[in-house]
C-alpha cells in the first residue's frame, strides 16, 4: 500500500487518527445509519401507502431498485471520500459540529431556495420560462407533492439527488485521478476540477435537454440564469469539501423545503 493511502487523518477534536480505509469504512456506516436507512423506510412506507404523485416520474423514484441504484453510487462516493482530501464526516457524538453542519447547510439550502423563488415570481424569469415551457410542448401546470407527504418524499429526493450529483459524481472520480499523485499532491486542484464538472450536469441538462436552448442559453438573460444554477451547485460542492458529504443533502433539503415541499 502507498505511504499515501495510509496518510494519518486528525478531523475530531480528541484528535482520533485512523487510516483512509479504516476512515471509508467509518463513512459507509454512517451512509447506511443516516441516508440509507430512512430512504429505504421512505419507499416502504410509500409501498404500503402511497401517496399522491401528480407526475409519475415523482412515484418512479420510490421504487426498490431505483433507491438501491442511486444509493450504491453514494456508497462508491463515500468509500472514495478519505482518498480525496474532502472534511470527514463528524462522529454521531460530535453534536457541535454537527449542529453546525446543519445549520449552515440547511441555510444554504433555503437561501438558494428563497433566491429561485424570488426570481421565479418577482421577476420576467417566472413568465420567461413557462411560455418556453409552452413553446416545447411541456405541461406547465407543474404540481408538487403535498404536505405532509411531501417531506418525506423530497427528502428521499434530496438524498438520492446528492448521490448521483455530487458524491458519485466528484468523489469517485476525484479519487481515481488523485490516485496519480503521490502523498496526495493535487488532489485539491482534482477535486475541484471534477466539482466544476459536476456542476454542469443539472442545469444544462436543463438548458439543453428540457428547454432546448443553445449550450447555456439562447438570451443574455438565459444563459445568466444557466451560470447562476452553476454557481449554486459549485457552493454545494464547497459545502461537501468544508463539511463532508451530509452537507449537500440537507443543502438540499433546505433548497425543496422553499420550492418544492410546501409550494404549488
Not at 483512509?20 to 416502504?44: C, H, N, T
Amino acid at each position: 500500500m502507498h505511504s499515501w493511502d495510509q496518510r494519518i487523518v486528525c478531523k475530531s477534536g480528541a484528535g482520533i487518527m485512523t487510516t483512509s480505509w479504516a476512515a471509508a469504512r467509518r463513512e459507509l456506516i454512517l451512509l447506511l445509519l443516516l441516508p440509507a436507512l430512512p430512504s429505504f423506510a421512505i419507499v416502504a412506507l410509500f409501498q404500503l401507502h402511497p401517496w399522491p404523485t401528480p407526475m409519475k416520474q415523482q412515484a418512479d423514484v420510490l421504487g426498490w431498485p431505483m433507491t438501491a441504484l442511486y444509493l450504491g453510487l453514494g456508497a462508491a462516493g463515500v468509500a472514495a471520500l478519505p482518498g480525496t482530501g474532502t472534511t470527514l464526516t463528524p462522529r454521531l457524538v460530535e453534536r457541535r459540529r454537527w449542529a453546525v453542519l446543519a445549520a449552515v447547510s440547511l441555510a444554504t439550502g433555503v437561501a438558494y431556495g428563497c433566491t429561485d423563488w424570488a426570481l421565479n415570481h418577482l421577476t420576467a424569469w417566472g413568465a420567461h420560462l413557462a411560455a418556453v415551457d409552452r413553446r416545447n410542448g411541456l405541461n406547465t401546470a407543474f404540481v408538487n407533492v403535498r404536505p405532509p407527504w411531501s417531506l418525506a418524499h423530497y427528502f428521499h429526493a434530496s438524498i438520492l439527488s446528492e448521490c448521483a450529483f455530487r458524491l458519485a459524481a466528484i468523489l469517485i472520480p476525484a479519487w481515481l485521478v488523485g490516485r496519480l499523485f503521490r502523498r496526495n499532491r493535487g488532489s485539491s486542484a482534482v477535486y475541484w476540477a471534477f466539482a466544476v464538472l459536476a456542476a454542469l450536469i443539472e442545469p444544462l441538462e436543463k438548458a439543453v435537454y428540457l428547454r432546448r436552448w443553445g449550450l447555456l442559453g439562447d438570451t443574455p438573460m438565459e444563459q445568466a440564469m444557466t451560470l447562476e444554477a452553476i454557481a449554486w451547485q459549485i457552493v454545494y460542492a464547497v459545502l461537501l469539501r468544508r463539511f463532508g458529504w451530509p452537507a449537500p443533502i440537507l443543502a438540499r433539503f433546505g433548497y425543496y423545503l422553499v420550492v418544492r415541499a410546501f409550494t404549488q
